[in-house]
């Protein structure tokens, strides 16, 4: 079955650490996306990349690194710079054939830092 | 400021009714606008979507109502059933202007039918 696969569901560090959580998709999206969820809030975009070895800042990048060296996955980073960095995570893709496409999200990964 | 409004944080409503969930825009230029279902400790799923060309689409159980000039969408599910218990996403999209594409997520509406 094709889908997004995010690991690990949960994730503990410690303050200072770096953080690398894993997205892979084999829907052949085009495009993927890194989104955060806090409690009452909506989903706010941090990275998106469109296409291979590119990727864009979305609203909150600050303290988030990205890489897309293959279309199948694009890893998120959180570093010791992000101030607030315990949150659910969310990978979501789409194809661009035509604009008019949802995203496919990923079942998320909690992340808690202490 | 808020693009994209959902101004009732939680919906209860009987099973077998209607359950009508609102958001809001300020955005003109949105031109593709959609609805997700959460359940708790998973991903959003795609529920629904409507083009700005149009102002109903219905899918099921599901009717999306979109008002341009009200810049008011709206979600219909009838008849509710307990297994829509969730937290429903509005989105919105403007392809050629500033958020490029990308979709800008409301605060969500969570959703309570009871048996």
């Known amino acids: 079955d094709g889908g997004i696969t995010q690991s690990p569901k949960y994730l503990f560090r410690k303050e200072g650490q770096n953080v690398t959580l894993s997205c892979e998709q084999n829907?052949?999206?085009?495009?993927m996306y890194w989104y955060r969820q806090d409690p009452g809030q909506g989903l706010r975009l941090i990275y998106y990349s469109q296409i291979v070895n590119d990727f864009q800042k979305g609203d909150i990048a600050e303290g988030y690194s990205v890489s897309r060296e293959k279309k199948e996955s694009f890893p998120l980073t959180v570093t010791s710079a992000q101030k607030n960095p315990t949150a659910f995570y969310l990978c979501?893709?789409?194809?661009?054939?035509?604009?008019?496409?949802?995203?496919?999200f990923g079942n998320g990964t909690r992340l808690t830092v202490t | 400021d808020q693009q994209v409004k959902q101004n009732s944080p939680s919906l209860s409503v009987q099973e077998g009714r209607i359950s009508i969930l609102n958001c809001d825009y300020t955005?003109?230029?949105?031109?593709?606008f959609l609805w997700y279902k959460k359940y708790p400790a998973e991903g959003p799923t795609f529920l629904i979507s409507?083009?700005?060309?149009?102002d109903k689409n219905e899918d099921g159980r599901f009717t999306v109502f979109l008002n341009k000039s009200a810049k008011h969408l709206s979600l219909h599910i009838v008849p509710s059933q307990p297994g829509d218990s969730a937290v429903y996403f509005c989105?919105?999209?403007?392809?050629?202007?500033?958020?490029?594409?990308?979709?800008?997520f409301g605060k969500g509406t969570k959703l309570s039918v009871k048996p």
């Open positions: 829907l052949n999206h085009d495009a």
């Open positions: 409507i083009s700005s060309i149009k």
């Open positions: 955005n003109s230029m949105f031109d593709y």
């Open positions: 979501a893709s789409r194809t661009f054939q035509g604009w008019n496409s949802p995203l496919h």
């Open positions: 989105a919105a999209s403007d392809h050629y202007g500033g958020s490029q594409g990308n979709l800008i």
